[in-house]
């Protein structure tokens, strides 16, 4: 057995990309039910350049949370309206796989906290 999580050979497309203005990113991966979400990030990292930068998750990965059997308690108890900014409430997508108890990603060495 595996232990770090590993692309799956095909996937649905679940989850929205979303361009919003903040701060750190300016596209995510949002989940919405109504009027409330959760915004997904996930960060990236360019060898050329040597630049990090944060971003929509990969669609493979928005898949597996999405059908995780822990995400409806979490969305439940972490999903909010959006705010005037027009944001939702910001979880990092290997602290969301954390919540949901799913392996993680292999942490790369160029990965913040």
Same mark, same amino acid.
């Given at each position: 057995?595996? +232990?770090?999580?590993?692309?799956?050979?095909? #996937?649905?497309?679940?989850?929205?990309? +979303? =361009?919003?203005?903040?701060?750190?990113?300016?596209?995510?991966?949002?989940?919405?039910?109504?009027?409330?979400?959760?915004?997904?990030?996930?960060? +990236? @990292? =360019?060898?050329?350049?040597?630049?990090?930068?944060?971003?929509?998750?990969?669609? #493979?990965?928005? =898949?597996?949370?999405?059908?995780?059997?822990?995400?409806?308690? @979490?969305?439940?108890?972490?999903?909010?309206?959006?705010?005037?900014?027009?944001? +939702?409430?910001?979880?990092?997508?290997? =602290? &969301?796989?954390?919540? &949901?108890?799913?392996?993680?990603?292999?942490?790369? #060495?160029?990965?913040? @906290?």
């Amino acid at each position: 057995m595996r +232990y770090f999580y590993e692309k799956p050979s095909s #996937w649905l497309n679940v989850g929205e990309i +979303y =361009n919003c203005d903040h701060p750190m990113f300016n596209r995510c991966t949002l989940f919405r039910d109504g009027g409330r979400g959760i915004i997904v990030v996930q960060e +990236y @990292f =360019n060898p050329i350049k040597k630049a990090r930068w944060w971003s929509s998750i990969e669609p #493979w990965i928005a =898949n597996d949370i999405y059908l995780n059997s822990n995400f409806k308690v @979490f969305f439940e108890q972490h999903a909010e309206k959006a705010d005037a900014d027009g944001l +939702y409430p910001v979880f990092k997508v290997r =602290n &969301l796989m954390w919540e &949901l108890r799913m392996k993680p990603l292999r942490k790369e #060495w160029w990965e913040s @906290f």
